[in-house]
Structure formats: C-alpha cells, structure tokens
C-alpha cells in the first residue's frame, strides 16, 4: 500500500488543521491507519489510528478530544481533524498502514509497516 500524507502548514494556537493520507495499491478494510509524528529531538509518537474494517478508533492522551481521525468512504482517504491546536503539537506528521491481522499494539510505530512521506505541522504561540 502507498501513503501520502498532506494537509499541514503553520497555525496559530488555538487554530485548526486536517492533515490527509491518500492511500493507494490495497483495499484499507484489511489495515489500521494510523498518524505519527516527530517533534525536533523527540522520538515518534502514536497519535491516532482506525481500524478501518470497524471504524474503532484511539487517541494519545495528549490530544484526546480536539483530534479526530476519520475515512472518507468513497475514496481512500483518511483525515486528521486537528484542533484546538497547541505549539506542542509541532511536528513532522505521517500516516501509516499496518495489518489487521498482525498488528498488536496500535499505537507504536514499529508496528507499521508502510509510511508516507511526512507533512509538516508547525503551531505557533
């Protein structure tokens, strides 16, 4: 599967963004989707996945209730509905596929298999 990871741009606090990953090469129903990111010197994060087959859903704690993923169900989008946004949500954002029938802990990074390029997401105070 290919990912393309789009949508980020500078916002002020408090601002909103909805970052895309268009996914291409495999049906979605068969994978979590998941969105990342990477701060300057930090490590990557979980900060969201689907399971696109049931439409469940998590988030990081850090951003549990001003984000929100989503699919586009008549094409093979999934979003990041970003908001109430703060300067510590900068970061490099990806999407990332992993399968529905390996994956174990949906929220860590190494459990993903494909990625997209990232986009970047700079808030400003």
């Known amino acids: 599967v290919q990912l393309q990871a789009s949508g980020g741009g500078l916002v002020q606090a408090g601002g909103s963004l909805r970052l895309s990953c268009a996914a291409s090469?495999?049906?979605?129903?068969?994978?979590?989707i998941g969105w990342f990111r990477q701060a300057p010197g930090k490590e990557r994060e979980g900060v969201s996945f689907l399971e696109v087959s049931t439409g469940t859903t998590d988030y990081a704690g850090s951003v549990k209730g001003r984000f929100t993923i989503s699919r586009d169900n008549d094409r093979d989008i999934v979003y990041l509905q970003m908001n109430s946004l703060k300067p510590e949500d900068t970061a490099v954002y990806y999407c990332?596929?992993?399968?529905?029938?390996?994956?174990?802990?949906?929220?860590?990074?190494?459990?993903?298999?494909?990625w997209g390029q990232g986009t970047q997401v700079t808030v400003s105070s």
């Open positions: 090469g495999a049906t979605l129903e068969q994978w979590y």
């Open positions: 990332a596929a992993a399968n529905l029938w390996t994956i174990v802990e949906k929220l860590e990074a190494y459990e993903y298999e494909y």
